[in-house]
């Protein structure tokens, strides 16, 4: 035997004259189990079949467990606003998110742009109208009556009619959930009202 193997056995000989150990509680309230603790045995080459104790070699592995929200969603980081679309035409765009970025004073015209969705065409530019989100508790019409946009605080503003809001200008690539009539257009950018 070499004397590295020799050292090796004559640790495993201490441990089993120890006898049995039994497993510690490590306080996170698992009591001492890990739900991913494989158990490795090496042959160390003598032939034998791992029944002699002092020449089978065993290697605990424990993973901690990560905390559970931590898979539960996507990081909403990554920028995106989940929109919904209801009405035929016109077309409302709601959403739940806030929006990254400075909001702004937009002045401008309410209307029905590409695809029959509520957009806003400003007054001091010649750009194309820009389809327009609300949050989820504005008051939209968009059929049984003359189609509106109520935005929460303010005062309802018609098709045709001016409207001034806070809103912050949003690439239409970051919105999920808009549908193509609405994105079709040639404006590249959406504006989120606040």
């Known amino acids: 035997m070499t004397r590295h193997r020799a050292a090796i056995t004559a640790s495993l000989a201490a441990v089993l004259a120890l006898g049995p150990l039994s497993a510690c509680s490590d306080g996170d309230g698992n009591n001492?189990?890990?739900?991913?603790?494989?158990?490795?045995?090496?042959?160390?080459?003598?032939?034998?079949?791992?029944?002699?104790?002092?020449?089978?070699?065993?290697?605990?592995?424990?993973?901690?467990?990560?905390?559970?929200?931590?898979?539960?969603?996507?990081?909403?980081?990554?920028?995106?606003?989940?929109?919904s679309a209801s009405g035929s035409g016109p077309v409302a765009l709601t959403t739940d998110d806030s929006p990254e970025g400075e909001a702004e004073s937009i002045s401008g015209r309410l209307v029905t742009g590409q695809g029959s969705c509520f957009a806003v065409v400003g007054f001091s530019d010649d750009?194309?109208?820009r389809p327009l989100v609300v949050p989820a508790d504005a008051d939209v019409v968009t059929q049984d009556g003359r189609p509106s946009v109520t935005l929460?605080?303010?005062?309802?503003?018609?098709?045709?009619?001016?409207?001034d809001l806070e809103a912050t200008t949003v690439p239409i690539s970051d919105l999920e959930g808009v549908p193509d009539r609405c994105a079709s257009g040639d404006s590249r950018d959406a504006l989120v009202a606040n």
């Open 32 to 83: 001492g189990s890990a739900p991913d603790t494989p158990t490795f045995t090496e042959d160390t080459g003598t032939g034998n079949t791992g029944t002699d104790a002092r020449e089978t070699v065993t290697e605990t592995v424990t993973t901690e467990a990560g905390d559970p929200s931590d898979a539960s969603e996507p990081d909403p980081a990554d920028g995106r606003i989940t929109v």
């Open 152 to 163: 929460p605080g303010r005062d309802t503003v018609y098709v045709g009619q001016p409207m």
């Open 127 to 129: 750009g194309p109208p």
